[in-house]
């Protein structure tokens, strides 16, 4: 009579339990002269495992999947420390055209631990005592956090090799780039005693999980003294002023700008790509709070994933450059500026190691002034596109935009007119330049080679929903009261911003936009015809990720009768970024 025989107290004791019951229940005779030979149970081991990943001679290192999974070598460089831990890791492992090992290193496989081959619905094994899930190698190797194509950071996430960007918006308390760095290996137990850091700077690896999370935001907090009446309380927006102007002032604050996202990245087998996704939102939606009222409507800004070459849902358009947002306290910014966010498809491929080149297909949205003579019609995604080059002293990128905009009239057939728009932007670090450094790579820039100029022309025909101060006024079309006929006035926005550090802590920003549109014959006198914006700020920076600033605004509004109305802001803001 044979018997399987497992390990560990709880086996054991069930063996014992078992061979009770056999000498209780044994028959007379013979049979009774037989005996249960219990064999003796071995002490649990100790297994090895590694707790560095070693370097690696080639950038394409699969792991060996215990369980048969797809495989691709890694050739290791450098000897393998073990330590004395209940665990079975991955095997590392080098064959076929890829260098051999400089050392030998042996492979470590299921033979030497117990390793659950349960996988679920994912493609990586979990662990015998539930640590999570495996990390492939490549999520610890430098080589995959300093690379210019599919690496740690999203492709679409533009940033020189080996750093992120900060977000627009985020002020300039935040870095303008934070260095990437693998995260340290950690032993098992460190898994499962606690949170240990995860893929990217203030993340962490979910218990559980190969996923590594990330919460960020910001609280923000502007106070605004509006010397002259304006339509937008919460943020200085050039074409809500009153035309002709009226008199009064107005005090207000807001909190509703601040933000809270939640960001992952989770590693796959599948060509070193990892799954990046992000959900942000803020409170800027709808009217603006009443007194005492107490909500704010939550809205969706990004909800979008990243996979290798691919971005899909709610993203910024590939039209606009939002690196090249200046530093304003005043949430809207420069009217100028292309600024847009919609649900669409992404794709983003480096051309060379500083070129890069995208395209996306983004949900159309025509918005026409028909003057009650038909509707307007939006059947064709808007296709957009840009070339960027990313150095080490600034961006340049070249964008263009191609729509279709649709006028169905109440009485005739249907009309379309091709859209297309235009855009240049630029970031550089005039000073670096002259002085020949490097404020990217160098620890402690000064004051100087922080400073930056940031530049922007945007234009077309029917690029109304894409100019900032242009959106929701009915300039992507306009059709003649008078004759019925639709066309695409032509819009034109253009922005420069020169910001200039003093030290680490205080900088300056100047920033001058102005818009500029021209209608379709037949158009109402009131009609918006342009606008300036102009803001100047001084900056104060205590602590890292902290930001407090005061700046005045000026803006006017002109209309097509020639008509015009100015107003006048202080803003106050202070922000602190989590």
Same mark, same amino acid.
């Given at each position: 009579m ?9 086996? $054991?004791?069930? #063996?014992a339990?078992? *061979?009770?019951t056999v000498?209780l229940? !044994?028959p007379?005779?013979? /049979?009774?002269?037989?005996?249960l ?5 071995p002490?649990?081991?100790?297994l090895?495992?590694v ?7 080639d950038s394409?290192?699969?792991l ?5 999974f ?6 290791a ?5 073990a ?9 590392v492992t ?7 090992p400089?050392t ?5 496989g ?9 996988t679920?619905l994912?493609e990586?094994v ?6 999570g ?5 490549y999520?610890?190797r430098p ?8 690496? $740690?950071?999203? #492709?679409?996430?533009? *940033? ?5 960007? !900060?977000e627009?918006?985020? /002020?300039?308390g935040?870095?303008?780039?934070t260095?990437?760095?693998p995260p340290p ?28 999370m990330?919460?960020?935001?910001f609280?923000?907090l ?6 002259d009446?304006?339509g937008?309380?919460?943020?200085f927006v050039t074409?809500?002023i009153?035309v002709p ?10 909190a509703r700008?601040?933000?809270f ?5 989770t ?17 800027f939606?709808g009217?603006a709070?009443?007194a005492g ?7 969706l ?10 971005r899909?849902?709610?993203q910024?358009?590939?039209?606009m ?15 100028g ?21 995208a395209?996306g297909?983004?949900q159309?949205?025509s ?9 307007n019609v939006q ?7 840009h ?15 191609g729509?279709?905009?649709g006028y169905?009239p109440n009485?005739?057939?249907l009309?379309?007119?091709g ?8 970031v550089?670090h005039p000073w ?6 490097d404020?990217i790579?160098k620890?402690?820039?000064t004051?100087?080679?922080?400073s ?10 029917g690029v109304?929903?894409y ?12 059709v003649?009261p008078?004759t ?10 253009w ?12 900088l300056?920003?100047f920033?001058?936009?102005?818009v500029?549109?021209d209608?379709v014959g037949?158009?109402?006198?009131t ?10 700020s001084l900056?104060?920076?205590p602590?890292?990720?902290m ?6 605004l ?7 009768n020639?008509?015009?109305?100015d107003?006048?802001?202080i803003?106050t803001?202070?922000?602190y970024?989590?």
């Amino acid at each position: 009579m044979g018997i399987r025989v497992a390990s560990g107290r709880a086996a $054991a004791f069930r #063996l014992a339990l078992l *061979a009770g019951t056999v000498v209780l229940c !044994r028959p007379q005779g013979a /049979a009774a002269q037989s005996r249960l030979e219990l064999p003796t149970l071995p002490p649990p081991q100790a297994l090895p495992v590694v707790e560095e990943i070693p370097p690696v001679a080639d950038s394409n290192a699969f792991l060996v999947f215990p369980n048969g999974f797809p495989k691709v070598d890694a050739p290791a460089v450098g000897g393998v420390e073990a330590a004395e831990v209940p665990y079975a890791p991955l095997s590392v492992t080098s064959e076929g055209a890829l260098a051999p090992p400089t050392t030998d290193y042996p492979p470590l496989g299921d033979d030497q631990g117990i390793v659950d081959r349960e996988t679920g619905l994912g493609e990586f094994v979990t662990d015998y005592f539930g640590f999570g899930r495996q990390l492939p190698a490549y999520y610890y190797r430098p080589d995959y956090y300093n690379t210019a194509g599919i690496g $740690a950071r999203p #492709l679409a996430d533009y *940033a020189p090799s080996g750093y992120e960007a !900060r977000e627009f918006q985020e /002020a300039p308390g935040v870095p303008e780039f934070t260095p990437l760095t693998p995260p340290p290996v950690p032993t098992p137990s460190q898994r499962a005693d606690g949170v240990v850091r995860g893929m990217m700077p203030g993340s962490f690896l979910v218990p559980g999980s190969a996923t590594s999370m990330r919460l960020r935001g910001f609280v923000r907090l502007g106070g605004m003294f509006d010397f002259d009446p304006i339509g937008s309380r919460d943020d200085f927006v050039t074409n809500t002023i009153s035309v002709p102007q009226e008199s009064g002032q107005n005090f207000n604050m807001s909190a509703r700008y601040s933000r809270f996202a939640i960001e992952t990245w989770t590693p796959t087998a599948f060509k070193e790509w990892n799954a990046h996704t992000f959900i942000e939102g803020d409170f800027f939606n709808g009217n603006a709070q009443a007194a005492g009222a107490g909500g704010n409507p939550f809205r969706l800004r990004f909800a979008f994933v990243d996979f290798g070459y691919f971005r899909f849902g709610q993203q910024n358009t590939v039209f606009m450059d939002s690196n090249s947002w200046p530093s304003t306290a005043d949430f809207a910014g420069p009217r100028g500026l292309a600024n847009q966010r919609r649900p669409g498809a992404r794709v983003t491929i480096p051309v060379t190691d500083k070129i890069y080149w995208a395209g996306g297909v983004e949900q159309p949205f025509s918005d026409i002034t028909t003057n009650g003579l038909g509707t307007n019609v939006q059947d064709t995604p808007d296709l957009a596109t840009h070339m960027r080059y990313e150095g080490d002293l600034g961006h340049l990128q070249l964008s263009g935009l191609g729509r279709a905009i649709g006028y169905q009239p109440n009485v005739g057939e249907l009309t379309r007119r091709g859209g297309w728009g235009g855009s240049a932007s630029t970031v550089f670090h005039p000073w670096a330049a002259l002085i020949g450094s490097d404020p990217i790579h160098k620890a402690n820039p000064t004051g100087l080679e922080r400073s930056r100029i940031l530049a922007q022309y945007t234009a077309g025909y029917g690029v109304g929903r894409y100019i900032q101060d242009t959106t929701g006024l009915g300039l992507d079309g306009q059709v003649d009261p008078i004759t019925g006929a639709f066309d695409l006035p032509f819009a034109a926005g253009w922005t420069t911003s020169y910001e200039h550090w003093y030290n680490e802590q205080w900088l300056s920003n100047f920033t001058y936009s102005e818009v500029t549109v021209d209608s379709v014959g037949g158009q109402a006198g009131t009609t918006y015809d342009g606008a300036q914006y102009v803001a100047s700020s001084l900056w104060w920076i205590p602590v890292r990720n902290m930001s407090i600033a005061v700046e005045y605004l000026h803006g006017v509004r002109q209309n097509l009768n020639g008509q015009r109305g100015d107003a006048n802001r202080i803003q106050t803001l202070f922000q602190y970024n989590f």
